[in-house]
């Protein structure tokens, strides 16, 4: 089973500022790995797939690089609508099976 | 435009069998591009995917829930359906239907809580 870590858990940060989030796999995921943004009450929704492809409508401040075991969501310019929980996800087995990470919360500092 | 709808009990007793079902709409559940499965999520906790389905029937599961875990599908009314047996206050959770292509285009979720 590949084990998606993702670091920090909770992530401080001032509006307007930038936020770098970590996601790590515990082998290599190619480029098979998406990110999501999470709302209360809300279901997941896809921001980046194939490690740093926006996904439609995913604004230009959402940012996705990596590949093998290291990735990383950069946010550019906190807004208010992105305070959230953040997912990471791998495919690199599908469909024999799909993992995500923790998840990140991305709070107001 | 695709959407999954869930539908189902709310509560589910201890040991009985949770069962859900989800409609697929704006979209064809015997595309061959994608698999269509479950994803849950107990309360302020994280995200577990369950198990995948194609149309033809072939099924994948998560092995820590396999021996409980029964996916179906019924192509003629374009739905999907997920049983989960014996189970426990843990199984609480938000269950999302899924189109599986990798990435994942979710449904709403619906809660179900297991309490006698």
């Known amino acids: 089973e590949i084990v998606m870590t993702q670091s920090p858990a909770t992530l401080s940060v001032s509006p307007g500022e930038r936020a770098t989030l970590s996601c790590r796999a515990s082998?290599?995921?190619?480029?098979?790995l998406a990110w999501y943004q999470q709302k209360p009450g809300q279901a997941p929704r896809l921001l980046i797939y194939?490690?740093?492809t926006r996904a439609t409508g995913i604004p230009a401040r959402f940012s996705g690089s990596g590949s093998g075991t290291e990735f990383t969501l950069t946010i550019s310019s906190l807004q208010s609508e992105d305070f959230a929980v953040y997912y990471c996800?791998?495919?690199?087995?599908?469909?024999?099976?799909?993992?995500f990470g923790g998840g990140t919360k991305v709070e107001i500092k | 435009q695709l959407q999954l709808q869930e539908s189902g009990p709310g509560l589910v007793k201890p040991s009985e069998t949770l069962s859900l079902t989800c409609t697929v709409s704006?979209?064809?559940?015997?595309?061959?591009?994608?698999?269509w499965g479950w994803i849950r999520q107990p309360p302020g906790k994280g995200l577990e995917w369950i198990g995948s389905?194609?149309?033809?029937?072939?099924?994948y599961y998560n092995p820590s829930l396999k021996s409980r875990v029964t996916i179906s599908v019924d192509t003629s009314k374009n739905q999907f359906s997920l049983k989960l047996s014996s189970v426990t206050a843990a199984d609480t959770a938000v269950y999302y239907c899924?189109?599986?292509?990798?990435?994942?285009?979710w449904g709403q979720g619906t809660l179900v809580t297991v309490s006698s």
């Open positions: 996800q791998q495919y690199n087995n599908w469909p024999l099976a799909l993992t």
């Open positions: 082998q290599s995921v190619s480029s098979n």
């Open positions: 704006g979209g064809s559940i015997s595309s061959s591009s994608y698999y």
């Open positions: 194939g490690a740093s």
């Open positions: 899924a189109r599986l292509g990798g990435v994942i285009h």
């Open positions: 389905i194609y149309y033809s029937g072939s099924t």
